[in-house]
């Protein structure tokens, strides 16, 4: 069993949609939860990021996490044909120096 | 503030040769990664550098793979004797000490033919 579970996708919404992407994980250890956007052929960019549980906003986006279920989601409002790309989660724990262990990525496409 | 910088941006070596993969981190950055994304697979860690110091190498093969981020100069990523599976993506994050805020690199991607 993979540390970080996140389903591939593709997932394909109209433009304006809310996409609600989602991780979930085994490790009860991981604190530190990480949302990237990846471009194709493209480095990973930091979207947001939070430390244990809540939820955090930054304009469209919104990030949720649930510890006691081991699950984080990634929420985008008014989605936009810009927002096509691969999201990829992360996390990590004190014990792990650093070290982030990624989920595979969703591929989104947001059609106009 | 530039961002993480990668060279070369496209590498092709012929199987048995040397790969090196350089990374300039954010200024004001001493903190250094590695990752390494296999088509149809998620980035995987490789190794963590700060200067001088390897911190955390648990990611790397054990053979013909080395890293290094020396006092001055860019960090190095070294593939000796190159095979065809070490075709991937190869990127470079940096931090300024924590570990939310990992900022990633263009990448570069290597061909061994």
């Known amino acids: 069993q993979k540390e970080v579970e996140q389903d591939p996708g593709p997932l394909s919404v109209p433009e304006g949609a809310i996409v609600s992407l989602n991780c979930t994980y085994s490790?009860?250890?991981?604190?530190?939860f990480m949302w990237y956007r990846q471009y194709s052929r493209k480095g990973p960019e930091l979207l947001m990021y939070t430390y244990s549980s809540g939820n955090k906003e930054d304009g469209r986006f919104t990030a949720q996490v649930d510890k006691s279920s081991k699950y984080i989601s990634l929420f985008i409002r008014d989605s936009q044909p810009s927002d096509s790309a691969t999201y990829l989660c992360a996390m990590s724990a004190d014990n792990q120096g650093g070290k982030l262990i990624f989920g595979q990525g969703t591929e989104l496409s947001v059609k106009p | 503030n530039a961002g993480v910088m990668q060279n070369p941006r496209h590498l092709v070596r012929r199987r048995g040769q040397e790969a090196r993969l350089r990374c300039s981190p954010m200024?004001?950055?001493?903190?250094v990664y590695w990752y390494r994304q296999l088509p149809e697979e998620g980035l995987k860690f490789m190794v963590y550098l700060q200067k001088e110091n390897i911190i955390d190498e648990s990611g790397m093969p054990k053979e013909r793979f080395s890293a290094e981020f020396p006092k001055e100069g860019p960090s190095i990523l070294r593939i000796q004797q190159v095979v065809r599976g070490d075709s991937a993506a190869y990127f470079c994050?940096?931090?300024?000490?924590?570990?939310?805020?990992?900022?990633f690199g263009p990448g570069t991607r290597l061909t061994v033919t």
């Open positions: 200024k004001g950055h001493s903190h």
């Open positions: 490790n009860s250890a991981f604190q530190y």
């Open positions: 994050a940096s931090s300024p000490g924590t570990v939310l805020e990992q900022y």
